[in-house]
C-alpha cells in the first residue's frame, strides 16, 4: 500500500424533510449568505424557496445568485466571485448537482483568496495558483453523481478556450452537507441514468490505474459497486423511492471521498479523456462517461490484467480463471449492464462526430501532461493515439 493521509471534515445531514434546518445550520457560520444555484425556472425553484424561506426564518440574511451552468463556467463563477464580495457574504450555500457545487467551491475559495477562479486549475505545465483559504461552504445536492457535497474537489469550464479542468483543496471541504432523499427524487429518469454512471466511474478510476495493493479499499469499492448496481436497477422503475435515493446518495458522497483509495491511490485517465467532451460539446460530464468507459476498459484490459480480472470476477459474474480473458470481459460485462438499464450511450446518440478527435486528444496530453511526453497518465502512459483510438472505439 501506498502511505496516505485521509480526513472527511464534512458533517453529513442525513434525512427526508432536513432542508429544513438550513437556516439554523447556516447561523453557525455567519449572518449573511450567498444561496448559488442554477437558473430559475425549473424544478428547483420551490427548493430555492424553501431555503430563502429557512433563511429568513432563522434571521439570516441572503443574496441567490442563479444561473450556474451544468459544466460551470468560470466566467460565471466570476460574476459570483464579484456580487459575493460587493454583498459582503460570509458564506456560501451550494444548492443543486455537482457542477453548482463545484462552482461554489471556487466562490469561495477565489473570493477569500483573490484572483480570478481559472487561476486555480491543472493546466499542463502552468503552476497552478494556491488558495490561502476559504470561506465555508454548505452543500445542498440535489442529484447524486460527484460526491462533490463532501469532497475537496472541482472541475471548471472556460467558455472562451473550450477547455475543461480540475483543482482540489483542503480549504474547499463544505462544512455541511445536507442530503435529503426528498429533493433527490426530483430527478429526471435520464439524469438518474448518467449520474448512477458517473459514481460508477469514480469508483474503478483509482481502482484500475494504481500498481499498488489495497484490499480494504478494493472491498470497500466492491461494495458501493454492488450497492449502486442493486439500487440502480431498483430506481429506474420507481424513481420516488426515497430509500433507494439516499443508498444512492451514499454510493456517491463515499464512492470519490477518498475511503474508496487508501493505500492505492491512482490517476484519473478516464476523466481527461472524457473532459474535453463536455468543455467543446457541452456534454453532460455522466453521460461524456457513460460513452468512454467501456472503450477505455477495452483499450486497457492487457496493461494490469489481474486488476481488471478481479473486478469482472468479484463485481460482474465473471467465472473465466484466465486473467488476461477475465480482464477482457470485463468492458463486455459493462456494456451489458449498462444496456440494461436502457443506459448505454456512442458519440453517434449525442451527434458527435469523428472531426475534434485529433484536437481533443491534443487536449487532453496538453493540460494533464504525464510522466512521459505527449501522454496522460494511467495504469501506464497513455498516449495521444490510445486516446484518438478510444475515441474512435465510442
Same mark, same amino acid.
Given at each position: 500500500?501506498?502511505?496516505?493521509?485521509?480526513?472527511?471534515?464534512?458533517?453529513?445531514?442525513?434525512?427526508?424533510?432536513?432542508?429544513?434546518?438550513?437556516?439554523?445550520?447556516?447561523?453557525?457560520?455567519?449572518?449573511?449568505?450567498?444561496?448559488?444555484?442554477?437558473?430559475?425556472?425549473?424544478?428547483?425553484?420551490?427548493?430555492?424557496?424553501?431555503?430563502?424561506?429557512?433563511?429568513?426564518?432563522?434571521?439570516?440574511?441572503?443574496?441567490?445568485?442563479?444561473?450556474?451552468?451544468?459544466?460551470?463556467?468560470?466566467?460565471?463563477?466570476?460574476?459570483?466571485?464579484?456580487?459575493?464580495?460587493?454583498?459582503?457574504?460570509?458564506?456560501?450555500?451550494?444548492?443543486?448537482?455537482?457542477?453548482?457545487?463545484?462552482?461554489?467551491?471556487?466562490?469561495?475559495?477565489?473570493?477569500?483568496?483573490?484572483?480570478?477562479? /481559472?487561476?486555480?486549475?491543472?493546466?499542463?505545465?502552468?503552476?497552478?495558483?494556491?488558495?490561502?483559504?476559504?470561506?465555508?461552504?454548505?452543500?445542498?445536492?440535489?442529484?447524486?453523481?460527484?460526491?462533490?457535497?463532501?469532497?475537496?474537489?472541482?472541475?471548471?469550464?472556460?467558455?472562451?478556450?473550450?477547455?475543461?479542468?480540475?483543482?482540489?483543496?483542503?480549504?474547499?471541504?463544505?462544512?455541511?452537507?445536507?442530503?435529503?432523499?426528498?429533493?433527490?427524487?426530483?430527478?429526471?429518469?435520464?439524469?438518474?441514468?448518467?449520474?448512477?454512471?458517473?459514481?460508477?466511474?469514480?469508483?474503478?478510476?483509482?481502482?484500475?490505474?494504481?500498481?499498488?495493493?489495497?484490499?480494504?479499499?478494493?472491498?470497500?469499492?466492491?461494495?458501493?459497486?454492488?450497492?449502486?448496481?442493486?439500487?440502480?436497477?431498483?430506481?429506474?422503475?420507481?424513481?420516488?423511492?426515497?430509500?433507494?435515493?439516499?443508498?444512492?446518495?451514499?454510493?456517491?458522497?463515499?464512492?470519490?471521498?477518498?475511503? %474508496?483509495?487508501?493505500?492505492?491511490?491512482?490517476?484519473?485517465?478516464?476523466?481527461?479523456?472524457?473532459?474535453?467532451?463536455?468543455?467543446?460539446?457541452?456534454?453532460?460530464?455522466?453521460?461524456?462517461?457513460?460513452?468512454?468507459?467501456?472503450?477505455?476498459?477495452?483499450?486497457?484490459?492487457?496493461?494490469?490484467?489481474?486488476? /481488471?480480472?478481479?473486478?469482472?470476477?468479484?463485481?460482474?459474474?465473471?467465472?473465466?480463471?484466465?486473467?488476461?480473458?477475465?480482464?477482457?470481459?470485463?468492458?463486455?460485462?459493462?456494456?451489458?449492464?449498462?444496456?440494461?438499464?436502457?443506459?448505454?450511450?456512442?458519440?453517434?446518440?449525442?451527434?458527435?462526430?469523428?472531426? %475534434?478527435?485529433?484536437?481533443?486528444?491534443?487536449?487532453?496530453?496538453?493540460?494533464?501532461?504525464?510522466?512521459?511526453?505527449?501522454?496522460?497518465?494511467?495504469?501506464?502512459?497513455?498516449?495521444?493515439?490510445?486516446?484518438?483510438?478510444?475515441?474512435?472505439?465510442?
Amino acid at each position: 500500500m501506498n502511505n496516505f493521509n485521509w480526513n472527511f471534515p464534512t458533517e453529513l445531514v442525513y434525512g427526508v424533510g432536513r432542508i429544513k434546518e438550513i437556516g439554523q445550520i447556516a447561523k453557525r457560520y455567519g449572518s449573511k449568505a450567498m444561496i448559488a444555484t442554477y437558473a430559475r425556472g425549473g424544478f428547483l425553484d420551490p427548493i430555492i424557496d424553501k431555503v430563502e424561506s429557512s433563511l429568513k426564518d432563522a434571521g439570516v440574511e441572503f443574496v441567490t445568485f442563479t444561473g450556474i451552468e451544468p459544466n460551470p463556467r468560470a466566467q460565471t463563477i466570476d460574476k459570483a466571485i464579484d456580487l459575493f464580495k460587493e454583498e459582503n457574504c460570509e458564506f456560501v450555500i451550494a444548492l443543486g448537482g455537482g457542477s453548482v457545487i463545484d462552482g461554489s467551491k471556487y466562490i469561495a475559495a477565489t473570493g477569500y483568496s483573490g484572483g480570478k477562479s /481559472w487561476d486555480y486549475v491543472v493546466l499542463g505545465d502552468r503552476v497552478p495558483r494556491e488558495y490561502t483559504g476559504a470561506y465555508p461552504i454548505i452543500s445542498i445536492p440535489t442529484i447524486s453523481a460527484s460526491g462533490s457535497e463532501c469532497n475537496a474537489g472541482g472541475v471548471l469550464t472556460n467558455a472562451e478556450t473550450n477547455e475543461k479542468s480540475f483543482s482540489r483543496s483542503a480549504y474547499r471541504f463544505p462544512k455541511v452537507a445536507i442530503v435529503d432523499p426528498e429533493l433527490l427524487t426530483s430527478v429526471p429518469l435520464s439524469i438518474t441514468k448518467d449520474s448512477c454512471v458517473d459514481i460508477f466511474s469514480h469508483l474503478i478510476e483509482h481502482y484500475l490505474s494504481s500498481q499498488e495493493e489495497s484490499e480494504f479499499a478494493d472491498r470497500i469499492t466492491e461494495g458501493i459497486i454492488l450497492t449502486l448496481k442493486e439500487n440502480f436497477d431498483m430506481i429506474i422503475n420507481n424513481l420516488q423511492d426515497m430509500e433507494v435515493r439516499g443508498q444512492l446518495a451514499l454510493c456517491s458522497i463515499f464512492g470519490w471521498s477518498g475511503i %474508496q483509495a487508501l493505500g492505492r491511490t491512482g490517476s484519473i485517465p478516464m476523466h481527461s479523456i472524457e473532459m474535453p467532451l463536455s468543455a467543446i460539446y457541452d456534454l453532460p460530464h455522466g453521460r461524456g462517461m457513460t460513452i468512454v468507459i467501456p472503450p477505455y476498459l477495452e483499450v486497457m484490459s492487457d496493461v494490469m490484467p489481474d486488476r /481488471w480480472a478481479k473486478l469482472a470476477r468479484r463485481c460482474f459474474g465473471v467465472t473465466e480463471k484466465d486473467d488476461l480473458k477475465a480482464a477482457k470481459l470485463l468492458s463486455v460485462k459493462v456494456v451489458e449492464w449498462l444496456k440494461s438499464t436502457d443506459s448505454h450511450l456512442t458519440l453517434a446518440d449525442v451527434n458527435i462526430s469523428a472531426e %475534434q478527435f485529433e484536437k481533443m486528444a491534443d487536449d487532453v496530453v496538453r493540460m494533464f501532461p504525464g510522466n512521459e511526453p505527449n501522454t496522460t497518465n494511467g495504469p501506464r502512459p497513455i498516449t495521444k493515439e490510445d486516446i484518438i483510438k478510444i475515441y474512435q472505439m465510442c
